[in-house]
């Protein structure tokens, strides 16, 4: 959209009728002749701890040095919580993971009370195009407080929309393994019926799955190929390769007809997390020993 374009949207999106609703007719006039945009998505999911998270972010930092990260509730509201009034001021955070950070003590001040992320924002991460940068301004540098929804169609909406991806950040952090079951109440380890097998003390990774989102227009270089270099830092942080370990020995067990492959996508450091003292797992395998007793979720070997 040229300069001169831009401005007379602007203009018709200032001007309101008496009753206070905007010309419709005059705006879709003057986007008749705008292209459509061809519009991709990418989205996938992982078990990750905040150590990944790191990884991630350093990672982007190196390759994205102007890289703007926020909450996404200045754009967005979905999942949770509500989208933020444009009267809220807009914080910017030096990295992705210190945006984390800033997420979870939000929900720790605030007690969920509408399921588990209800408090927790989500981020958004953008990077301005070179006169948003020089501008400084906060506003510019969001690329705006709208978001896609089913009236974004034009190729000059996700112009604007700019190069950018959301992470939700979802999982609990480590808890005692007692505190960890799944929604059938499966895979727990209950100290009391578990008295002829001594623990070793150990924390398991609440098993939440993380989310990497993003929406891009196919014929835009630029934007399609930030959302795919993003994407791929991302899948650079996470396996689906992983062992079992005994939580009474901290050892792999080595389980007959196992191919070394797990249905979720877990974070490498989640995993090596296993091997620090006392141990941190990823989670209660789907699969126990012979004996019955629960076994976990670590590494194998090549990422020790």
């Keep these: 959209m040229t300069d001169s374009k831009r401005e007379e949207i602007s203009k018709l999106l200032s001007q309101r009728s008496e009753s206070g609703a905007r010309d419709i007719d005059s705006i879709s006039n003057a986007l008749k002749d705008?292209?459509?945009?061809r519009?991709?998505?990418l989205r996938s999911d992982a078990i990750i701890c905040i150590d990944d998270v790191e990884a991630f972010s350093d990672s982007l930092q190196a390759e994205f040095p102007g890289l703007v990260n926020f909450f996404a509730n200045y754009k967005t509201g979905t999942p949770t919580p509500s989208k933020f009034s444009d009267e809220v001021p807009i914080v910017l955070f030096p990295s992705l993971h210190a945006a984390v950070l800033a997420s979870l003590d939000i929900e720790k001040r605030r007690p969920a009370f509408n399921g588990p992320d209800f408090n927790r924002p989500g981020i958004?991460?953008?990077l301005p195009w070179p006169?948003?940068?020089a501008s400084a301004d906060p506003e510019q540098l969001i690329g705006g407080r709208e978001f896609p929804d089913d009236t974004f169609r034009l190729a000059c909406q996700y112009r604007d929309l700019g190069?950018?991806?959301t992470l939700h950040y979802r999982t609990k952090g480590y808890l005692h393994p007692c505190t960890i079951a799944d929604r059938k109440g499966r895979w727990t380890l209950d100290r009391e019926k578990?008295?002829?097998k001594q623990y070793l003390p150990f924390q398991v990774l609440d098993f939440a799955l993380s989310e990497f989102f993003t929406l891009y227009?196919?014929?835009?270089g630029e934007t399609m190929s930030f959302a795919k270099r993003a994407h791929a830092l991302w899948r650079r942080i996470y396996t689906d390769r992983i062992a079992?370990?005994?939580p009474a020995t901290g050892k792999v067990v080595q389980l007959e007809g196992w191919d070394g492959k797990f249905s979720w996508n877990i974070g490498k450091h989640a995993l090596a997390n296993a091997l620090s003292d006392p141990p941190r797992y990823a989670g209660f395998a789907p699969l126990s020993a012979s004996d019955g007793s629960p076994l976990m979720l670590g590494p194998i070997s090549k990422l020790r």
């Design 34 to 37: 705008e292209p459509e945009a």
């Design 39 to 41: 519009v991709r998505r």
């Design 124 to 126: 958004f991460c953008r």
């Design 131 to 133: 006169d948003e940068s």
């Design 163 to 165: 190069r950018w991806f």
């Design 194 to 196: 578990s008295s002829d």
């Design 217 to 220: 227009d196919l014929n835009d």
């Design 244 to 246: 079992h370990y005994d």
